[in-house]
Every structure is written in C-alpha cells, then in structure tokens.
C-alpha cells in the first residue's frame, strides 16, 4: 500500500454498507476488492478502500490507519463524546444515507409525559454518551447502563427501566413491550477525516473527492424542469421553483405571449407546488433526470 494513496475505512458489511459503495460508484469510483475482502483499490484516484465494522471507523482515522471513513453521525458522535480530549477526527459533511434515530423508549403502560419521567431509572443504551447529554439538555438524573448489543430485552430482564436505541420502524420495540418516547438523536451517514494536515498527495485526491463528493449529493434531488408559461408569469412562477439560480427564458416560436423556462432544481420541492405552477398558467411540464452536476 503506497503512503500517498488516500486510505477511505467503509463498513465492511452492514447498514451502511450498500450506500457507501453506491457513493463511491456514483462518484465514479470503482473499488477492486482483495482477495481477503479487507482492502479494496480504486483506479481512477490513488485511493485504497479498507472494509472494517463501522465501530472502528472512527478511531482508525484518528490514528493515522485510515485518512478518511464513511461512519454513521451517531457512531461518531458518541465515540467523541466519550473522549476527554478533542477526536484526532472530524465531520467534512453528511451524506443523506442510512438516516436513523436514536430514541428513547419506555415500557408501554408508562403515560409519558415529560422527560422527568426517567428521574432515578435506569436506562440501556449503546450510547451512553449521547444518552447522558440528553438528560443534561433536560435536566434529568438517570443512569445509563451500557450494553453492547439487545438492549431492547433489558427491561424484561429488570436490568434497566428504559432504553435508549437506534430506531427504525419502532418494530423490534413493539415485540418487547416498549414504545418510543423521545428522539435523543438524529443521525445518517456522515464523511470524517484526520484533523491533522495531509501530504499535498493525499490532500490533493481528498480535494479531488470531495468535489465528486459535492457533485453527486447536489444532483441527487436535482432534476431539469421545462415548462411553458405566460411571459406575464415568469417572475411569479421562479418563486416556486427552488434551487433555481437563474431559469433559462426562450422565445416560443409563434407565440408572443408565451415563453419556455428552463431550471434546475429541487425534485422533493418541485412536486409540492404543481398545483400553483398550473394555476399561474404553466403547461407542458417535463422533469428530468440529471446524471451529473457540478457545483
Ligand atoms: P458492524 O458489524 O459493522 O459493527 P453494526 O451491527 O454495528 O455493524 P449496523 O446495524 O450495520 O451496525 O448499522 C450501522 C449504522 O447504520 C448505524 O450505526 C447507524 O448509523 C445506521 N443505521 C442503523 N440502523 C439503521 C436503520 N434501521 N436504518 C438506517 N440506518 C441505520
Ligand atoms: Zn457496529
């Protein structure tokens, strides 16, 4: 493994997994895996790929055995705050994958009402650093109970009162007498890097990276929107297209009155206001994919 190749730690295989290597290809990267399937190489930059459980992520880029990593928000997050001194990591942006929610749960007979509710209990979590700062927020005394893995059985097994996990379809809570009560954290992939300055190498392909990066998140809700509209509504109508600099006007040929507009913009927006783009008179509404863009 050559020193000046940008060392990229992934989830080897997991949640978090799949998008990450979605990422890298969208970004145009191809990742050859090793025979051993911990070490992958990419051709189009100097960048070599190492596969790791996703707990060791963030403390394998701070200690100089990775550069970067794709790590979820909450794994970070709680790995720095159980450090006493500031992480030798941190957070270049999030990704807008693998979202999910830290949330408190209690058994379902309690009525919840407050957050005071957990003074004195005992909660069991994987994250007793993200945990422990939300009571602070709220002014709660209550003691987290660290537990690696099944925290949801915890309180059957009397060995906590509640619990604090990631949630998704609130499923495996529900199968274990318990129901979400409060949202501790919020979290989805995120990019870290070493603090520490790279070699004008490495920093050059990490530049290189993130511009890619960039490029894929921008257009990842970003479609090309077409339309024909009075000329009288031109200004009305870009106040509902979001995301859009400036839309291109064209003549229509034969038409005075009316012209073509052409955007780029948000897709999750754009849908929301169809019903106001047709009321100001806008016809002939082609949306389209756009394969790349480049902030
Ligand atoms: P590893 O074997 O690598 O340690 P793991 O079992 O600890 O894996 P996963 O379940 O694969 O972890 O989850 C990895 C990350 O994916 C979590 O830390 C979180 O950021 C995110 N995640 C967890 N659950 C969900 C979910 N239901 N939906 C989306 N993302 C999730
Ligand atoms: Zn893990």
Redesign the pocket.
């Known amino acids: 493994m050559s020193e000046e190749r940008l060392r990229i730690a992934i989830?080897?295989?997991?949640?978090?997994?799949e998008g990450s290597f979605d990422l890298l290809k969208s970004c145009g990267l191809k990742v050859s895996r090793g025979k051993d399937k911990l070490y992958g190489r990419v051709h189009e930059l100097p960048i070599d790929v190492l596969l790791?459980?996703?707990?060791?992520i963030p403390s394998f880029v701070a200690d100089d055995a990775c550069d970067v990593g794709i790590?979820?928000?909450?794994?970070f997050e709680e790995d720095r705050l159980n450090l006493e001194q500031e992480h030798a990591a941190e957070a270049v942006m999030a990704l807008g994958?693998?979202?999910?929610k830290l949330m408190l749960a209690a058994p379902k007979e309690w009525t919840f009402d407050s957050p005071e509710m957990l003074e004195g209990k005992r909660i069991a979590t994987s994250y007793p650093g993200l945990t422990r700062l939300w009571l602070k927020e709220h002014g709660v005394k209550a003691r987290p109970v660290m537990m690696k893995?099944s925290v949801e059985v915890a309180p059957r097994l009397k060995i906590a009162d509640a619990v604090c996990d990631?949630?998704?379809?609130g499923a495996t809570l529900d199968a274990n007498g318990l129901k979400p009560v409060a949202t501790v954290f919020e979290?989805?992939?995120a990019l870290i890097r070493r603090r520490a300055p790279f070699s004008a190498e490495k920093q050059a392909t990490f530049e290189a990276l993130l511009k890619r990066i960039n490029g894929v998140i921008t257009s990842r809700d970003a479609k090309y929107v077409m339309m024909n509209a009075p000329r009288s509504a031109v200004a009305a109508i870009t106040e509902y297209l979001p995301g859009a600099d400036a839309p291109t006007i064209l003549e229509l040929a034969g038409a005075s009155d009316k012209v073509a507009i052409h955007a780029v913009c948000r897709e999750s927006v754009f849908w929301d206001h169809l019903e106001e783009l047709k009321n100001l008179g806008a016809s002939a509404i082609l949306v389209l994919p756009i394969e790349k863009m480049m902030p």
């Not at 989830?11 to 997994?17: P, V």
């Open positions: 989830q080897k295989s997991g949640r978090l997994s790791l459980r996703d707990d060791d790590v979820g928000q909450n794994v994958f693998a979202r999910c893995g990631i949630v998704s379809t979290s989805q992939a």
